[in-house]
């Protein structure tokens, strides 16, 4: 597709479930973001891919969030064991490039996630 | 964590008017950008703006950068009704980051009244 896609767009969960979540980004980009949003609050950095390696974890919250790119394309995000405060919108960006310059994201247009 | 702080935190003006919102950040970087989110939406780049640069424009938007001071600015000039949206200023540090991550402020809630 032309753009980032995730699915779901709307979770819901009881607390305790598992969820995942998947990120389809832009062909032939080499960088994949994970970023946490809460309500009214600028995204939060999660975690970090460049191919299928995952360079940068260093925004999970907890060990119970992981995340994967094993083909250096589609990503999930996986949250084990679900709590109230994982609920939040969980945004996917990618980048053709991956160099230390920098350069524009391309933003999905989230997964919100409610854990009752 | 955050970067940095954005100010106003809420912007309410009407149709035709200019609307300035102020972005500041704390360490060092290597360029800073401005995204816009629409309510429900994912975030859409507006503009970038390097460390070296000062200035720059673009159709109605006008960026500032003041890196002594560690802050930016965003102009929307002759704001329509669409404009209407959160704005957010995001930095990639500077000194030895490896890769594009971009960290975010709280960002600006721009309302537009026709």
């Known amino acids: 597709g032309a753009g980032v896609s995730q699915s779901p767009r709307y979770k819901v969960a009881k607390r305790g479930q598992d969820v995942a979540l998947r990120c389809d980004p832009i062909?032939?980009?080499?960088?994949l973001f994970w970023y946490q949003q809460a309500l009214g609050q600028g995204p939060e950095f999660l975690t970090y891919f460049q191919n299928e390696a995952q360079l940068d974890k260093s925004g999970l919250p907890s060990d119970r969030f992981f995340a994967e790119r094993p083909e250096g394309s589609v990503s999930t995000l996986k949250i084990q064991r679900t709590q109230q405060e994982d609920s939040a919108v969980y945004l996917c960006a990618s980048s053709y490039g991956s160099g230390s310059a920098g350069g524009e994201l391309f933003f999905g247009e989230g997964s919100r996630l409610t854990v009752l | 964590s955050q970067q940095g702080e954005e100010d106003p935190q809420a912007l309410s003006i009407q149709e035709g008017e200019n609307a300035t919102m102020n972005c500041s950040y704390k360490t060092s970087i290597n360029n800073l950008q401005w995204y816009r989110q629409n309510s429900g939406r994912g975030l859409v780049h507006l503009i970038l703006?390097?460390?070296?640069?000062r200035e720059k424009h673009s159709g109605r938007l006008r960026v500032t950068l003041d890196t002594s001071k560690k802050s930016s600015s965003l102009l929307i000039t002759a704001s329509r009704a669409a404009d209407t949206a959160s704005y957010f200023c995001?930095?990639?540090?500077?000194?030895?980051?490896?890769?594009?991550?971009?960290?975010f402020g709280q960002g600006t809630i721009l309302t537009v009244h026709p």
């Open positions: 062909s032939g980009h080499v960088s």
């Open positions: 703006i390097r460390s070296n640069e």
């Open positions: 995001a930095t990639i540090g500077g000194g030895g980051t490896s890769y594009g991550k971009l960290t």
